[in-house]
């Protein structure tokens, strides 16, 4: 009775050669080539994916910058103003936020924009706390919960 043998390299072979499915010319039919042009596509996808986040945070830095902007703010002073108020929510969120959101006017510089005692967040902090006690230095992920629920309803 004869064998026929190589069948576990038809099968790496007819893997490489699905996952090339559609390359122009050779590199769709011929195994080495195949191979060659797979392990390349594999890195461009891979350094894609590391770009695609990184344009993403500079868009949502824009548009944070932006909506800041129109507040009379610098985006810089703004992120601070975050940090030390400890409100923890990242640019993904924040834009998020801006952009379902309503646009509100924007309000005029107060007398020294740069003291964190006058800080006005952009059209995201602009409501009234639940917590009487609560300034603008002590606003939680909570408060801002509470307020998107508010806005919803």
Do not use: C
């Not at 830095?61 to 507040?71: L, P, S, W, Y």
């Amino acid at each position: 009775m004869r064998v026929k043998r190589g069948t576990v390299s038809n099968r790496k072979h007819k893997k490489v050669l699905d996952l090339t499915k559609g390359y122009r010319g050779s590199r769709s039919r011929l195994i080495r080539t195949a191979k060659a042009a797979s392990l390349q596509a594999g890195q461009y996808a891979f350094h894609g994916r590391k770009l695609k986040k990184r344009n993403f945070r500079s868009l949502w830095v824009t548009r944070i910058g932006e909506a800041t902007k129109q507040e009379g703010m610098s985006y810089s002073v703004f992120m601070h103003g975050m940090k030390t108020a400890q409100i923890e929510l990242d640019r993904k969120m924040l834009n998020d936020l801006l952009v379902t959101l309503k646009p509100s006017k924007p309000s005029s510089p107060k007398s020294n924009p740069h003291s964190y005692k006058n800080l006005k967040f952009p059209r995201i902090f602009s409501y009234q706390s639940t917590n009487k006690f609560a300034t603008i230095d002590t606003i939680t992920i909570k408060d801002v919960r509470i307020f998107l629920i508010n806005l919803q309803s």
